[in-house]
């Protein structure tokens, strides 16, 4: 069945649920349903049902709810992504598969040795569009929070907001080359549950020499990422991969 996100709550459970813009076009036009069919509708409290087609209208699918459902598709931790921005698409599958392992929010950054550019009227497009691939990636792996994608125009703007994470880690390839390999390990034993991390990671060419500055200023753990140097678009997925296969199975299972 297909997911889809909706703005406002159920009242309660003989409510109607309305169905428009995007999702109602997708419902109609992309997937052709009709009445009677179903779907899995997720509300902003996280909570997730499963609802009937009723009707459609020429603005609207109307919908009731058949059941609730009991998910747990969510890390139990809150883990934002900071990508230096990379060349070509790889930002795109930074933020749909890394949507698809968990992360929970987005800031690309326009970092000291960024080839790629934004011009600035431009950016909101941008945006727009990468929230959007973290919607449909949210929908597909049946999430029930969209990642927030928020830009960051400079590392130093991006750094203003590290004192809002619990913790802040950076992808170091010079920590990765000196053997470093305890600080992603100790991060995820130390988190507990409702916690949340900064986790950046630079672009093509790594973190210069003033980015690293304003990290060890903010006390930021610089991490190693195993004994083989990863792509720009690879490390993301590394950490997220690391954090589920401790949270949601190694960790769940001696507990």
Same mark, same amino acid.
């Given at each position: 069945m297909q997911r889809y996100f909706v703005t406002n709550e159920l009242e309660n459970?003989?409510?109607?649920? +309305?169905?428009?813009?995007?999702?109602?076009?997708?419902?109609?036009?992309?997937?052709?349903?009709?009445?009677?069919?179903?779907?899995?509708?997720? +509300?902003?409290?996280?909570?997730?049902?499963?609802?009937?087609?009723?009707?459609?209208?020429?603005?609207?699918?109307?919908?009731?709810?058949?059941?609730?459902?009991?998910?747990?598709?969510?890390?139990?931790i809150e883990i934002t992504i900071a990508s230096g921005l990379p060349k070509g698409d790889k930002l795109e599958l930074i933020i749909q598969k890394s949507t698809e392992l968990g992360a929970h929010k987005f800031i690309p950054y326009k970092a000291e040795r960024s080839v790629a550019k934004w011009d600035d009227k431009k950016v909101i497009k941008k945006i727009e569009r990468l929230q959007k691939i973290a919607q449909e990636a949210a929908e597909q792996s049946h999430r029930t929070v969209i990642p927030e994608v928020q830009y960051a125009a400079s590392f130093k703007e991006l750094m203003l907001d590290h004192v809002h994470y619990d913790y802040v880690i950076a992808a170091y390839e010079e920590s990765a080359r000196e053997g470093e390999d305890s600080a992603l390990p100790s991060l995820f034993q130390t988190m507990k549950k409702g916690q949340s991390v900064l986790c950046i990671f630079g672009p093509e060419g790594g973190i210069s020499e003033k980015e690293l500055i304003l990290l060890q200023d903010a006390n930021t753990t610089l991490a190693g990422l195993g004994p083989r140097i990863l792509r720009t678009e690879t490390a993301p997925l590394y950490v997220l991969s690391a954090a589920s296969f401790y949270f949601d199975l190694f960790k769940n299972k001696n507990s």
């Open positions: 459970d003989h409510d109607t649920i +309305f169905i428009t813009g995007e999702n109602f076009h997708h419902i109609t036009r992309v997937m052709r349903m009709k009445e009677a069919d179903q779907v899995f509708i997720v +509300f902003p409290s996280k909570k997730t049902c499963v609802a009937t087609i009723t009707a459609i209208n020429d603005e609207e699918v109307v919908l009731n709810l058949v059941k609730w459902l009991e998910e747990n598709t969510e890390l139990p």
